[in-house]
Every structure is written in structure tokens, then in C-alpha cells.
């Protein structure tokens, strides 16, 4: 159901069944391993390229995701994924595998809450009984196609972001015990001119920023109706930038403990990810890990979860291009 002018309320409150986070060794090595359903020791994960790689953790995560929740796969009438690589190669070809009907999605980082908002509207409106929603990155594709191969060695500026290797999916259905979806905002495209591929945090903070405002304000709510607020990947860059922006539009934002970044959470401060962490991954393996774990533990009731997403390709950014951005956010509660 609309409402106010670009959020939904979902009626019946679809449910999160189970959800599933695969990652790879550095992510092992991280704050939040224990909140993972499998690990992997090796980037390549026993396949001939990375691409393939991450595939693989795609089709690990749903495959998880539905053994938790004791659901076929033939019963799931829809799948909603997408990835960072170009024609989002990893959800299309994992999708192949997989065999349940299939919506690709681009939200490049945004596309966890995107798929999520979209199979709770599916779900709600009766469109369908179960809807898988997940995404993925790994660090080697995303090196090699936005910057420069890892085997190059590249130097890299202190606004640089590590992209998550992992995959992450939510099987959403109409009746069960979890987390519920009860509400999404839908972000528009904003662009402030960076053109900085390297600094992803200060690109996608304008956006996120919009996409909370247009929350409250859709909603007529304030940052304290929430147990937890926490962005996607805008690092250590760009989460200050947006708690500056909030609070300049009037919003005075929780403390870090309450309003947070999944850049920030998923790795330890001795490992060097400069910036933090990024990627498709990020706040699908620490929302569908972490931050569900801890609400069906009772520590939160309430939580918004805001991915934000760079809409930039090589080509775009070889044509002089500026980064467009986007954030779609997701309100998730558990009783």
C-alpha cells in the first residue's frame, strides 16, 4: 500500500522465514563470522575464475536459506537477484542453477534492500507465496571491473572501500514465525558530481540521506522510532557525511550504536579495508546474518536498514561521467 509519496506499507507483514550469509576468508577473519552460515578459506572457492566463485556463493546462500526454512525450492515462485558484475552475470547464471523464476535486479550495492522490498510486495499483495530475494559480490570481480585487477597491486587512497566476498539471501512467505517486513522506501537517484570511483562512501551518502528523510517524512516518524538505523556500505567516509547532512535537515540521529554502517560492522579495525567495507554483500550478509540474529534474539524490536547503492559502470566512468546513487530502505520488526 502507498504511502506518503514513495514508501510502502505491507498490510500483512510478510515474513522473513530464513535467511542465509555466505562469505570468504577475509570476511572469516571479521567481526561478525559467527553470524555466517558457511565460510570459505580460499577466494576462488575450488573454481577456475573469480566470477565463478562468486557464483557459487549466490547459489549457497538461497540453497541455505531454503533448507532453514524446510521449503522446496519448486514451492518459491520467485527470485529476485542481482550483482555488481555487468548484465549481472552472477545472479542470472546462479539463477540458471537454481531454477525458480527469475526477476533480475540493479541496484548496484542498494540491491539487497531492493530485492527485499520488492519480494514483501510481491508477497503482500498476494502476487506470491514465497519470494527468495539475495545478492552478491566478491572482491576480486568488482577489483577487476570498477578499478584495477588484484594481481595488479594497485595502490589505493584512504577513501577506498573493501568489497565484501559473500552472498546473501531471504526467503520472504505469507505466514510463519521471524522478522517481519513491514515497511520500504524507495530512493531516488541523486548525484552530487563526485567522480571518484575510489571514494564510493562520500558519493552515496547524498542519497541515503534523502532515502531516510523521505522515510520520516512519508511515515511522520523521527530517527527515535527505531532500535537501530544502519546504512549499507558508506564506510568511514561516508556514514560521518551523512550524520552531518541528517542533522543539518534537522534529524538528530542515535548515538553509533544505534545508528550505524554495515561497512563499518563487518570487519575487524586491525584488518585493512581503509575505509571499511562495500559491495553487494556488505548489508545483505551483515543484515541477513547480524542484524536478524539479533532481532530474533530480542535485542532490538525495531530496526531500518538502508542500502545504498553506486550507479556508476567502467564505461561511464570512462566517458567523464559523474556517479549517480541511490538508497532503498527497509523496515524490518520482530515481536
Avoid at 540491491?111 to 545478492?135: C, P, R
Avoid at 539479533?294 to 524490536?301: D, I, M, N, T
Amino acid at each position: 500500500m502507498l504511502t506518503g509519496h514513495q514508501s510502502w506499507t505491507f498490510p500483512s507483514k510478510p515474513v522473513i522465514l530464513s535467511s542465509a550469509a555466505v562469505g570468504g576468508p577475509f570476511e572469516a577473519q571479521g567481526k561478525l563470522a559467527t553470524d555466517f552460515d558457511k565460510l570459505y578459506g580460499d577466494i576462488w572457492l575450488e573454481q577456475d575464475s573469480f566470477e565463478k566463485a562468486e557464483k557459487k556463493m549466490l547459489e549457497e546462500a538461497c540453497d541455505i536459506a531454503l533448507q532453514k526454512a524446510g521449503i522446496d525450492k519448486g514451492q518459491v515462485n520467485f527470485l529476485l537477484a542481482g550483482d555488481l558484475m555487468n548484465q549481472i552475470i552472477s545472479s542470472s547464471f546462479s539463477a540458471r542453477t537454481v531454477g525458480i523464476p527469475y526477476l533480475g535486479i540493479f541496484g548496484a550495492c542498494s540491491t539487497s534492500m531492493e530485492g527485499l522490498a520488492l519480494a514483501a510486495q510481491l508477497v503482500d499483495s498476494g502476487s506470491a507465496q514465497y519470494a527468495l530475494a539475495g545478492t552478491c559480490s566478491h572482491n576480486a570481480t568488482a577489483e577487476k571491473q570498477f578499478r584495477y585487477p588484484t594481481e595488479y597491486g594497485s595502490q589505493k587512497p584512504p577513501t577506498a572501500q573493501w568489497t565484501v566476498t559473500g552472498a546473501g539471501a531471504a526467503l520472504v512467505g505469507t505466514n510463519g514465525v521471524g522478522p517481519r517486513v513491514v515497511a520500504a522506501t524507495i530512493g531516488r537517484v541523486v548525484d552530487m558530481g563526485i567522480t571518484d570511483p575510489f571514494n564510493m562512501g562520500a558519493a552515496m551518502a547524498p542519497a541515503a540521506v534523502d532515502t531516510i528523510q523521505a522515510h520520516f517524512r512519508d511515515f511522520q516518524i523521527g530517527p527515535d522510532h527505531y532500535d537501530l538505523i544502519v546504512t549499507g556500505d558508506l564506510g568511514k567516509v561516508g556514514h560521518p557525511i551523512a550524520a552531518d547532512l541528517l542533522a543539518k535537515h534537522g534529524f538528530t540521529m542515535p548515538d553509533q550504536g544505534r545508528f550505524t554502517d554495515c561497512g563499518l560492522l563487518i570487519y575487524n579495525e586491525d584488518q585493512k579495508v581503509i575505509a571499511g567495507g562495500s559491495g553487494c554483500a556488505c548489508c545483505a550478509t551483515v543484515t541477513y546474518g547480524h542484524l536478524l540474529n539479533r532481532l530474533k534474539r530480542g535485542e532490538w524490536r525495531r530496526i531500518l536498514v538502508i542500502a545504498t547503492g553506486a550507479l556508476l559502470s567502467p564505461l561511464s566512468f570512462q566517458q567523464n561521467e559523474t556517479i549517480p546513487c541511490v538508497a532503498h530502505a527497509v523496515a524490518i520488526e520482530h515481536s
